[in-house]
């Protein structure tokens, strides 16, 4: 990825999906996601074999932004490789913005996202934190 078009495609997705999940909008969370797609951690792995599956899994993680009243996000990339002409690979930092103002610290992820002519979508994330 060496163009600003293709970077600023990815910001604009990364904004969409941060402001999804900020404000607890559990089907544009969905929207978000590839099907099927995973999540690999150290000690565990799942596939979310739909959209309903992603709802389903973020469900709970909406509740815990509203109890630390995050109510923005920017996602901030360390390193963006092209994998093949669809698949990107990105590391983000997430950076928090609280109620009041304050920043919040975030979490490290490393996501592998397939660009389609329509959208972009997550195939797999992996926490790095």
């Known amino acids: ?7 600023d495609t990815l910001a604009g997705f990364f904004d969409r999906y941060g402001a999804a999940i900020t404000a607890g909008d559990v089907p544009g969370i969905a929207d978000c996601f590839a099907s099927p ?22 469900v709970g993680a909406a509740p815990d932004y ?14 963006v490789q092209q994998v093949s002409a669809a698949l990107v690979a990105v590391e983000v930092e997430w950076e928090y913005l609280d ?8 979490q490290r992820f ?3 996202l397939r660009l389609g002519r329509d959208a972009v979508r997550i195939c797999t994330v992996t926490p790095l934190d």
């Open 110 to 112: 490393h996501y592998l």
């Open 66 to 79: 509203a109890q630390r009243r995050i109510v923005a996000s920017h996602a901030r990339f360390h390193r």
């Open 99 to 106: 109620a009041y103002g304050r920043s919040v610290p975030g």
């Open 37 to 58: 797609a995973m999540v690999v951690a150290d000690a565990y792995s799942f596939a979310f074999s739909s959209p309903a599956a992603v709802a389903l899994s973020f």
């Open 1 to 7: 990825m060496d163009t600003s078009t293709d970077l």
